[in-house]
C-alpha cells in the first residue's frame, strides 16, 4: 500500500535515529554526539530520560548523515562508546518504509483509520498484510491491494494458527504486528516471540468493563468518561506496557449507542498515534513501562 501521491512529504534527507539505555552515568551523551560529530552527523531532534528509581538513562537521537553513509559505517562509528557504556542500542534508518501486519476481527473501524493515515503519508509504513478471523475486512484490504488471510481460530487450531502468523512476519519482513481490535487472545508463547514488536488496543474506563458491550456496560452504570488505551502485547490481557491512551467526556443525555460511536472514534486515534510513535523509534520499553519521546 502506497502513500498518496499528494500528501506532503517534507524535505527529504537521510535520517537515522538511535535509541540507546545504559546505567546512567557521565559522559554518556558527550560520548555518543562526539562520535556523530566526527562521522559527519547533524543532530535534527535530541530527547533523553534519568529514570531515578532504576538509575537507567533513555536517549533518542534523530540526525541526518552525509551522503554515502551507511548504517553499518554508523554502527562502527558507534562500537567504542556502545562498549564503554554498556548500551543496549538500535538504530533506525528513516529513509526505509517499515512494514507492518494488521489484525482485525469484525469491528474494522481502527483498521480503517490506519489504512487512511497510510494512504495520506500521515504513518510511514506499509501494510504487507491483513489477517482476520472472518472476512468481514477483506473488502476493504483489496481496495488497497493487500494481501488478505482468512484464518478462522479455534481451540484446536490455535497453535498452528499462530505458528502461520509468525511465519508471516518472518516472509514479509513485517517490524509490527497491530491488532486493530483483534478479537483473539494471543497464546503466552506468541506474545513472548512478538513482546514489543505488537500493539493492541483497548477500551478502558473507570471502573474498567470486561466483556460483551463493554460500552454498554458503561452506559448502565452512568460512565462518565470513556477512554482507550493503546499497549504492548503481553500474556497478560490488556496489561502490557502503555504506550497512548485518551480519555472524551460522556453525559446522561446520551445514549448507549452514542457511547459505541464515541469509543470508536477514540480507539482509532489512539491505536494510530501509537504505531506512529513506535515506528518513529519514540517508546522504549523500560520494565513493566514505556519511556515515549
Known amino acids: ?41 547533524n543532530i535534527a531532534e535530541s530527547s533523553q530520560f534519568w529514570d531515578r528509581q532504576s538509575n537507567r538513562f533513555f536517549m533518542r537521537i534523530a540526525f541526518t548523515s552525509p551522503a554515502g553513509s551507511t548504517k ?35 469491528f474494522d473501524h481502527a483498521l480503517l483509520h490506519l489504512l487512511y493515515q497510510i494512504r495520506v503519508g500521515w504513518l510511514n509504513a506499509e501494510v504487507a498484510a491483513v489477517v482476520s478471523n472472518h472476512e468481514d475486512a477483506r473488502r476493504f484490504a483489496e481496495m488497497e491491494d493487500i494481501p488478505y488471510h482468512h484464518w478462522p481460530t479455534t481451540r484446536e487450531n490455535k497453535a498452528e494458527q499462530e505458528q502461520k502468523l509468525l511465519d508471516l512476519v518472518q516472509e514479509t519482513g513485517s517490524e509490527l504486528v497491530v491488532l486493530a481490535r483483534y478479537m483473539q487472545v494471543f497464546s503466552k508463547g506468541l506474545s513472548d516471540r512478538l513482546y514489543g514488536r505488537a500493539i493492541n488496543i483497548h477500551h478502558s474506563f473507570l471502573p474498567s468493563f470486561k466483556g460483551a458491550k463493554p460500552y454498554h456496560q458503561a452506559f448502565d452504570r452512568g460512565v462518565k468518561l470513556i477512554g482507550a488505551t493503546a499497549h504492548y502485547v ?24 452514542d457511547f459505541v460511536a464515541v469509543g470508536r472514534d477514540i480507539e482509532s486515534r489512539v491505536l494510530a498515534r501509537a504505531v506512529k510513535l ?16
Open 72 to 106: 553499518d559505517d554508523l554502527e562502527r562509528a558507534l562500537e567504542s562508546s556502545v562498549d564503554r557504556f554498556g548500551m543496549e542500542t538500535a538504530l533506525v534508518d528513516q529513509a526505509r518504509r517499515p512494514k507492518i501486519i494488521a489484525m482485525v476481527s469484525k
Open 1 to 41: 500500500m502506497k502513500p498518496d501521491g499528494n500528501a506532503a512529504t517534507g524535505n527529504v534527507k537521510p535520517v537515522h535515529i538511535l535509541t540507546l539505555s545504559c546505567e546512567d552515568r557521565p559522559g554518556v551523551v558527550a560520548a555518543v554526539t562526539t562520535e556523530l560529530a566526527a562521522n559527519g552527523a
Open 278 to 293: 513506535h515506528l518513529e523509534a519514540r517508546v522504549m520499553l523500560n520494565g513493566h513501562k514505556t519511556i515515549v519521546f
Open 234 to 257: 503481553t500474556s497478560d490481557l490488556d496489561e502490557g506496557p502503555i504506550i497512548e491512551q485518551e480519555t472524551e467526556r460522556v453525559t446522561h443525555a446520551m445514549s448507549a449507542e
